[in-house]
């Protein structure tokens, strides 16, 4: 990762306007959903009845019972969840960089998706190791990673809905996060901290193991971005394990005895 005096002075910004620049980029994107999942964590808590016996789906339908409809509320989800990250590529741009100088491109790309995978093996499997074993714990709220109709969109959508989340999270509180960071005299400790804390916060919603499962990969997912300087892998990485818990969930809920579903499913 490239980050030095040099390259802080090359950019023009002084400190007030970084910090207004991030608070605001974080305000509009995963700060404001860390907020979000904190209200939603204390409402969980505080409902009767434990955490494992309440639901937190990631991709619901959006006008149950009218698909083309909601395959539009879908796509136009999608779209406007990556503005943010749009606007992080405009800054960039206006700071004389670009989301290249972030390792977001196409320049290496097979080292991307081979490094990605390799990651994705290592965490996946010990994430839902972690899930189960919170769920079982009563830390965790039973995660239904898909709740949409069976129609032909199902699962096309799926896989959007996977590849832009890994999008907006990993330039976001990886990329664009570390390097406002660094630009602002943060440490690396203080960077790695930030970015994991943000991470493990705005998981929140799902429970403690959601929590403190993505907290540890935000740790991970930092010191990889510093060996590699480049998000492509992890946002390869975050894309396929979503993948899998999504398409995995449609194919499998009800029909393995050891993967949790709501009752009633």
Same mark, same amino acid.
């Given at each position: 990762?490239?980050?030095?005096?040099?390259?802080?002075?090359?950019?023009? *910004? &002084?400190?007030?306007?970084?910090? =207004?620049?991030?608070? !605001?980029? %974080? +305000?509009?994107? /995963?700060?404001?959903? @860390?907020? $979000?999942?904190?209200?939603?964590?204390?409402?969980?808590?505080?409902?009767?009845?434990?955490?494992?016996?309440?639901?937190?789906? *990631? &991709?619901?339908?959006?006008?149950? =019972?009218?698909?083309? !409809?909601? %395959? +539009?509320?879908? /796509?136009?989800?999608? @779209?406007? $969840?990556?503005?943010?990250?749009?606007?992080?590529?405009?800054?960039?741009?206006?700071?004389?960089?670009?989301?290249?100088?972030?390792?977001?491109?196409?320049?290496?790309?097979?080292?991307?998706?081979?490094?990605? +995978?390799?990651?994705?093996?290592?965490?996946?499997?010990?994430g839902l190791g972690l899930y189960l074993g919170a769920r079982a714990a009563g830390f965790?709220?039973?995660?239904?990673?898909?709740?949409?109709?069976?129609?032909?969109?199902?699962?096309?959508?799926?896989?959007?809905? +996977?590849?832009?989340?890994?999008?907006?999270?990993?330039?976001?509180?990886?990329?664009?996060?570390?390097?406002?960071?660094?630009?602002?005299?943060?440490?690396?400790?203080?960077?790695?901290?930030?970015?994991?804390?943000?991470?493990?916060?705005?998981?929140?919603?799902?429970?403690?193991?959601?929590?403190?499962?993505?907290?540890?990969?935000?740790?991970?997912?930092?010191?990889?971005?510093?060996?590699?300087?480049?998000?492509?892998?992890?946002?390869?990485?975050?894309?396929?394990?979503?993948?899998?818990?999504?398409?995995?969930?449609?194919?499998?809920?009800?029909?393995?005895?050891?993967?949790?579903?709501?009752?009633?499913?």
């Amino acid at each position: 990762m490239t980050s030095t005096s040099t390259e802080k002075a090359a950019s023009g *910004l &002084v400190r007030p306007l970084l910090r =207004g620049e991030l608070l !605001l980029v %974080l +305000a509009l994107s /995963l700060g404001a959903s @860390a907020i $979000a999942a904190v209200i939603s964590f204390t409402g969980s808590v505080t409902r009767p009845g434990g955490l494992s016996e309440q639901a937190a789906t *990631l &991709v619901g339908s959006r006008a149950p =019972g009218r698909p083309w !409809l909601d %395959l +539009a509320w879908q /796509l136009f989800g999608i @779209a406007t $969840a990556l503005v943010p990250v749009a606007l992080v590529a405009h800054l960039l741009t206006r700071e004389g960089e670009s989301l290249r100088v972030i390792g977001f491109d196409g320049r290496r790309r097979w080292f991307d998706l081979g490094w990605g +995978a390799v990651v994705a093996a290592c965490i996946g499997g010990t994430g839902l190791g972690l899930y189960l074993g919170a769920r079982a714990a009563g830390f965790n709220l039973t995660v239904v990673p898909e709740s949409l109709p069976d129609v032909w969109w199902k699962i096309p959508v799926l896989v959007l809905s +996977a590849v832009q989340n890994a999008v907006v999270e990993e330039v976001i509180v990886v990329g664009y996060l570390l390097r406002r960071l660094d630009q602002l005299g943060w440490s690396w400790r203080g960077q790695v901290a930030a970015s994991s804390l943000l991470r493990g916060t705005y998981h929140l919603y799902q429970g403690v193991g959601g929590m403190v499962g993505n907290l540890a990969m935000g740790v991970v997912f930092c010191r990889l971005y510093r060996r590699w300087g480049r998000v492509g892998p992890l946002v390869a990485a975050h894309a396929l394990i979503d993948i899998v818990a999504f398409v995995g969930y449609a194919l499998l809920a009800g029909k393995v005895g050891w993967l949790p579903v709501p009752s009633g499913r």
